[in-house]
């Protein structure tokens, strides 16, 4: 195989934006994004590059000084270092200080096809991120591939899984930088885990050497650049952060909706009602049976009667069977992917032989996406995409097979976002104005702009529900908020402890969602007995009382890509015990709540609370943090903790979310020393509207030295559905134990409460 390391620059050229540095054995090209994003593409044969990741154009101008040693680019918060001889791409905070540096003997190389970045590791490195990744909330010390795979009955060590997201944090000396290697080829990663601690190295199959590196000195701040780069969520549909029961599969119309009753007798909150793939007939995508969804229009009615929404699924592929129009229009228009000689493309999946369709092709995807009207006529709002990695019996596509012009290996990780976006942009058309909800289980980097995931086909037993939690906090480091877990674990049965402490969980969880395998007993709430019932109620009544805060959550992730839940590590970056495996998966909902994973064997737990002060949202005791307590954690009481100063608004109890409510919006404000404030925010949680500047929002303000609480003007030309705000304050009073609550009520459009205290 022949080995080539990128050797000495022998010419250095600007052409308008773009810097290019030549050696023999190849060119490398930087463009400057931002002050903080420099981007280096590697290759040697270059060729227009066309993102599916990236949304940005690299800023108009380059500046860059050289002298005979290096060429250095510098921003004014970055500093790309270039050594000339052997060409070495280093990168520097503004005051000098290293945030990464290529291995001087490697940097970056080849061996046929395969592009390897090898760089240096600093002593005291840590890793965070890569998305859907097994293992740690460190990486440092493992290795991991992108390749996506429908991995069913997946241990909890198992990788690759079925999304790729090439992008890392790196931590080191009191320093972050972040780096996005957009390639969507089979990628490696390795974070010093088989090199002695000398490097760390990532690389592809084939493509180009070509990142992003993100300087920014902050957690946050990265992840807010990433997401620029790559794009953010829209608002999500207000009912899809409801309560959504699922089933592989509900047989029948008639099952949903007893299902769906039954939740509304049980008065037991819940949104959505699932229809997995035996609603199809035949397995024919865009087609229902016949016998047990006869009537889908008038099923869908009955659902929107009682307040519930339907999300049905969909498969790439299209049975091959003269007749079925999807098969018919494919054939017709040469829609499926082919064999190099125009062989259409055959594998079995559940409707037997199938074609795929190329949605890699925008004639594709938009035919795709004008196929739903066989679900959104009768009035289908949410769209799961499965099966997308992509999947099919035998799990080996052939490397031969082409998508657009490019063959499997190249683009396969990019495969499951392009039938998103396809999903996507085709839903939203049909739908009006109404914003669609749609699920996918493959992913590439910037499938945020489309689409929610959740982790596929998890188990259930208790380390599948805590790693289901670190592959959440790891996903939103990756610019994903909206995901979801299969709550109760997809395969195998969970016992009622489990399935109850795993609901309470997914309270927290951004999308949350039960489901479960063929086969496996029944999960809905109801069959775990009455007082597991109950407690089963009374988390799910606790999530829709948070909805205008996880609303207002969702509306920053829009804003800055700050995902709803948080691995401590964003917010506490510096504190060492935030990585300890003891506590990795414990993470932040939102700004102010600090949620702690806990296996339903166990009911004291030991939870670590970072610096600052917190408080029991149960019981309003307070803690001093900065050190791990001991704390009860009994089945009814997942240990939940809010940060002093944290401002939560909530609402009633609700049995969905298209229910208004007593009109009554209840802000907590739990005492803090510090100032603090939250933005709190709110729409029609349906349309587009919003975008058009008809929303809520205002920010409220605690000052704890003025002993005021202030609510800035309202911004946007929303009605709130609250005519009246309570205020509930929260440890408002020294050496009082408990909570303190003490009721305000006012009218919407009072701005200022000044608190004697
Ligand atoms: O081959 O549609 O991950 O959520 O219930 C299995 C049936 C196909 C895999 C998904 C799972 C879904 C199941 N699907």
New binding site residues.
């Given amino acids: 195989m022949q080995t080539e390391i990128l050797g000495n620059a022998e010419g250095i050229k600007q052409h308008g934006n773009v810097l290019i540095i030549k050696t023999p054995e190849a060119e490398a090209r930087v463009w400057v994004y931002s002050p903080t994003i420099i981007s280096v593409c590697i290759s040697r044969e270059y060729r227009e590059y066309e993102s599916f990741a990236v949304i940005q154009e690299p800023a108009d101008k380059i500046d860059f000084t050289e002298t005979d040693k290096e060429v250095v680019i510098a921003t004014s918060a970055l500093q790309l270092r270039v050594s000339k001889s052997p060409l070495r791409f280093n990168f520097y905070t503004v005051d000098d200080k290293v945030l990464s540096e290529d291995d001087p003997r490697f940097g970056v190389n080849w061996q046929g096809e395969r592009v390897i970045n090898y760089r240096k590791l600093v002593a005291d490195e840590k890793f965070i991120g890569l998305g859907e990744k097994t293992g740690n909330l460190n990486r440092r010390g493992s290795s991991y591939v992108n390749w996506n795979t429908?991995a069913?009955l997946h241990g909890v060590d198992a990788d690759p899984l079925y999304k790729t997201f090439p992008f890392f944090v790196g931590l080191h000396s009191g320093l972050t930088y972040g780096l996005f290697f957009d390639n969507t080829h089979k990628s490696y990663f390795d974070f010093g885990a088989t090199t002695d601690d000398q490097m760390s190295w990532f690389g592809a199959d084939g493509g180009d050497m070509n990142y992003y590196f993100l300087g920014a000195q902050s957690v946050p701040k990265i992840i807010e650049d990433y997401t620029w780069l790559t794009g953010r969520m829209e608002m999500p549909p207000l009912w899809s952060l409801g309560y959504q029961q699922c089933r592989?599969s509900y047989m029948s119309a008639d099952e949903i909706l007893d299902i769906a009753e039954n939740f509304r007798k049980e008065k037991i909150p819940a949104d959505v009602m699932y229809c997995?793939?035996d609603y199809m007939d035949d397995y024919k995508i865009f087609t229902w049976n016949k016998k047990t969804f006869a009537d889908p229009k008038g099923m869908i009615a009955k659902l929107k009667a009682m307040h519930f929404k339907l999300v049905t699924?969909v498969d790439p592929g299209i049975k091959v069977e003269k007749g079925y129009k999807q098969y018919d229009d494919g054939i017709d228009k040469d829609y499926f992917a082919k064999y190099p000689d125009g062989e259409k493309y055959v594998a079995n999946v559940?409707p037997g032989r199938c074609h795929f369709p190329d949605f890699f092709r925008k004639d594709v995807r938009e035919w795709w996406g004008k196929s739903f009207t066989a679900l959104t006529n009768p009035g289908v709002e949410g769209f799961w995409n499965?099966?997308n990695e992509p999947?099919a019996w035998g799990q080996n596509m052939p490397w031969l097979v082409k998508f657009g012009d490019k063959y499997m290996p190249e683009v396969r990780n990019a495969y499951g976002m392009e039938m998103a976006k396809a999903t996507y942009e085709g839903t939203k058309k049909l739908l009006g104005n109404k914003r669609p909800f749609v699920l996918t289980?493959a992913a590439y980097s910037g499938t945020q702009r489309y689409s929610a995931v959740w982790t596929?086909?998890n188990s259930a037993y208790d380390a599948h529900m805590l790693l289901g939690q670190r592959l959440v906090n790891s996903l939103g480091i990756t610019g994903i908020s909206m995901v979801g877990v299969?709550i109760g674990g997809?395969s195998g049965d969970p016992t009622p402890e489990l399935m109850v402490r795993w609901n309470s969980l997914g309270v927290y969880t951004p999308m949350f969602r039960n489901?479960a395998?063929q086969g496996t007993i029944m999960r809905e709430p109801w069959v775990w007995g009455k007082k597991n019932e109950d407690i089963i109620r009374k988390d799910i009544e606790q999530r829709y009382r948070l909805l205008p805060y996880l609303y207002s959550s969702y509306y920053q992730s829009c804003q800055t890509g700050m995902p709803v839940s948080r691995t401590l590590a964003i917010n506490y970056t510096g504190d060492e015990n935030v990585y300890d495996v003891k506590y990795q998966n414990e993470f932040l909902f939102g700004d102010a709540i600090l949620v702690a994973p806990v296996e339903s064997t166990r009911f004291t737990e030991e939870v670590y609370l970072p610096g600052g002060e917190w408080y029991r949202f149960s019981t309003g005791e307070k803690f001093k943090g900065g050190r791990a307590v001991t704390v009860p954690a009994p089945l009814t009481d997942l240990p939940v903790f809010i940060k002093a100063g944290a401002i939560i608004p909530m609402q009633n109890v609700i049995q969905s979310t298209s229910e208004k409510g007593d009109g009554l919006l209840e802000i907590s404000v739990w005492y803090g020393s510090e100032t603090s404030s939250f933005v709190y925010y709110e729409d029609d949680g349906s349309s587009y509207d919003y975008q058009k500047g008809d929303y809520y929002k205002r920010e409220i303000r605690f000052d704890p030295v003025k002993g005021e609480i202030t609510f800035s003007k309202v911004e946007g030309s929303f009605q709130s559905k609250y005519d009246r705000i309570r205020l509930v304050l929260h440890g408002f009073e020294k050496n009082v134990k408990t909570t303190n609550v003490r009721d305000v009520i006012f009218n919407n459009d009072r701005a200022a409460i000044k608190i004697d205290y």
Avoid: E, S, V
Wanted: hydrophobic fraction near 40%.
């Fill in positions: 429908d069913p592989w997995d793939i699924i559940w499965d099966m999947a289980r596929g086909d299969d997809f489901h395998q």
